[in-house]
């Protein structure tokens, strides 16, 4: 396995926990934002955004702006 690959095998549930924290914080903040909120929409909208964002961060990668960090 190569070495960049056991670090983030390594790491990988630090990484999950960090995006779950993200989620829930966002979550969070609709809440506070819109007390009477449709819990299950603003998930759904959250995870939209955020998947906007992997998205981003995947064509990012794929066009090498991240081959050298």
Same mark, same amino acid.
């Given at each position: 396995m *190569?070495?960049?690959?056991? *670090?983030i095998?390594?790491? &990988?549930?630090?990484?999950? !926990? #960090?995006?779950?924290? %993200?989620?829930?914080?966002?979550? &969070?903040? !609709?809440?506070w934002?819109?007390? #009477?909120?449709?819990?299950?929409?603003?998930?759904?909208? %959250?995870?939209?955004?955020?998947?906007?964002?992997?998205?981003?961060? &995947?064509?990012?990668?794929?066009?090498?702006?991240?081959? %050298?960090?």
């Amino acid at each position: 396995m *190569d070495p960049v690959e056991k *670090d983030i095998q390594a790491r &990988k549930e630090e990484i999950l !926990t #960090e995006v779950r924290a %993200i989620f829930k914080a966002n979550m &969070k903040f !609709t809440d506070w934002n819109v007390p #009477e909120a449709n819990d299950r929409l603003g998930a759904e909208l %959250i995870i939209g955004v955020m998947q906007e964002a992997l998205d981003t961060l &995947k064509k990012d990668v794929e066009e090498g702006k991240y081959d %050298i960090y």
